[in-house]
């Protein structure tokens, strides 16, 4: 024997789940793939492009956190790898602009959106200091290399696991890479 009005009521609730997860998951693909056009636009020189981007994805993730509550959202791993790209799309876009890497104003983000995408702008600075070092401009590199030494000695502060630990060798190691570019520029002269 089964009470099949709370079947029934199991289900409408089952499909409504089903039903946000698709909006959230479309809509986060939407952000992730407008953040990874937004760090290209950066590292082709269009910050005017980049900011509109990020602008539209600000709109994006508002109304998101708007329509669902910031805990549903973050059931969704596609949200949350479109949160954490967004955040290294911003963060690099600071830094191009030469403003201090900050917390994002007017969108709830947790705190392992932030490392996570702190710690992957490290690799868009080795790719920034290496076209820096192709053009010939040494001293960008120095900047550069400065900036990645000083975000890197903030990340040593926290004790990370599992997921962002991974991130954060992966930081020490383009810090590194950085190193070894600044090392070899300076060889040179």
Known sequence: MINKKFIQQLKKEFDAHGK?????????????????????????????????????????????????SYSRLGEEGAYRAAAEEYVEAKMFFLVM????????????????????????????????AVKMATLG???????IHKIADDVMAELVEFDMRSYLRTKYDQAKGHLRKIEQINYEINLRK
């Not at 392992?112 to 868009?124: N, P, R, T, V």
């Not at 401009?137 to 900047?143: N, T």
């Open 20 to 68: 946000e997860r698709q909006q959230i998951i479309g809509l986060s693909n939407v952000v992730l793939h407008d953040a990874k056009k937004a760090i290209f636009s950066l590292h082709r020189g269009d910050l005017s492009g980049a900011g509109k981007t990020l602008e539209e994805i600000d709109g994006v993730l508002k109304n998101l956190q708007k329509k669902f």
């Open 97 to 128: 602009t030469g403003k201090t890497v900050d917390k994002i104003k007017g969108l709830e983000v947790d705190y392992e959106s932030y490392l996570g995408g702190i710690s992957d702008l490290l690799g868009e600075l080795v790719r920034w």
């Open 137 to 143: 401009k040494y001293e960008e590199v120095k900047k």
